[in-house]
């Protein structure tokens, strides 16, 4: 079985990213592909992509940006592998390139979508600008796989994830999805109600792109509107929500029909939230209340359909 290694990207540099793993082509039988997946860079960008062109690597360009789905999707079409290997292009790997390639192959006939892992460096960023992001991804999105195991659907994550080619060919990425966030949600709960199985290994790569704390925080809100748009599309609501712990909240929240009020308050304390969150120390606690109250003010705003304007 052979791997094809997939890239989305857009003015992001990634050539130490595809020398690392560019040398493992012919190390590794197994690994016989690289595909860039230019979508809609600015011509500096580009023409650094065109650079790494060869030796098993090739460029595939979107001259306008076609959003994180249709470009996956797009490198997914092209890619000759059984096993399609998606990493982010912010990655960068803890180690060898061969040692994380190799990583893989003992699982590929255990199961057919496997997600590797999302790593962070254990000391925080030097610029306490980007400590939110940083502190996030440390305190919440690093688990061991033995941890991930245990709600492997939840946990689920497409910045360093291999799947086989033909389960992938019937999913496939969402593409009605323009706006960032959740789209690794959507694709979870499709794998679940199709029966598939997720195994999660330690096999991750280090998480270098950083926000600032206030681009966290606007990607934050673009990806609860997504999710709250994409929570009103699915059918079976049930499943869908126990893909996603804040769904799960949420649903025990409308129960007891607390959610307007969490929307109030979210309106009344979004700015005093943010420059609490905007700051050195960050309380975590504080950044999953900020996330819930915002999530039930877009539910309704969507459940009534109309714009409230202090959002």
């Not at 699915?234 to 307007?260: E, M």
Request: hydrophobic share 40%.
């Amino acid at each position: 079985m052979t791997i094809s290694l997939l890239i989305p990207v857009c003015d992001y540099d990634i050539v130490a990213l595809v020398h690392s793993m560019r040398s493992c082509i012919d190390k590794i039988p197994e690994f016989t592909e690289i595909l860039i997946g230019d979508d809609g860079s600015t011509e500096e960008f580009r023409d650094k992509y065109k650079s790494l062109e060869g030796s098993g690597v090739k460029l595939i360009v979107s001259e306008k940006n076609i959003g994180r789905a249709a470009i996956r999707n797009r490198l997914a079409s092209e890619a000759s592998g059984d096993f399609l290997l998606f990493i982010d292009a912010d990655a960068m790997i803890p180690g060898t390139a061969e040692a994380y390639i190799s990583g893989w192959l003992p699982y590929m006939e255990k199961a057919r979508v496997i997600c590797g892992g999302i790593l962070y460096h254990q000391s925080p960023p030097g610029d306490p600008d980007k400590i939110l992001r940083w502190k996030t991804g440390y305190k919440r999105e690093q688990m061991k796989a033995v941890e991930r195991n245990k709600h492997p659907y939840t946990m689920f994550s497409t910045f360093n994830v291999m799947i086989d080619r033909t389960i992938f060919s019937k999913l496939r990425f969402n593409e009605e999805l323009k706006q960032y966030g959740f789209e690794d949600t959507l694709l979870s709960f499709q794998l679940k109600k199709a029966g598939i199985g997720i195994l999660h290994i330690d096999n991750g790569l280090l998480h270098e792109g950083l926000e600032s704390n206030r681009e966290f925080l606007i990607k934050t809100r673009l990806g609860l509107e997504n999710l709250s748009k994409l929570y009103d599309s699915v059918t079976d609501k049930k499943s869908f929500s126990s893909t996603l712990k804040i769904l799960r909240l949420y649903n025990r929240l409308s129960f007891f029909r607390l959610t307007l009020l969490l929307a109030g308050f979210y309106i009344r304390y979004k700015d005093k939230m943010e420059i609490r969150l905007d700051s050195p120390n960050p309380s975590l606690l504080l950044f999953s209340f900020y996330k819930v109250c915002m999530f039930c003010t877009f539910r309704e705003i969507h459940r009534r359909r109309s714009i409230l304007p202090v959002i």
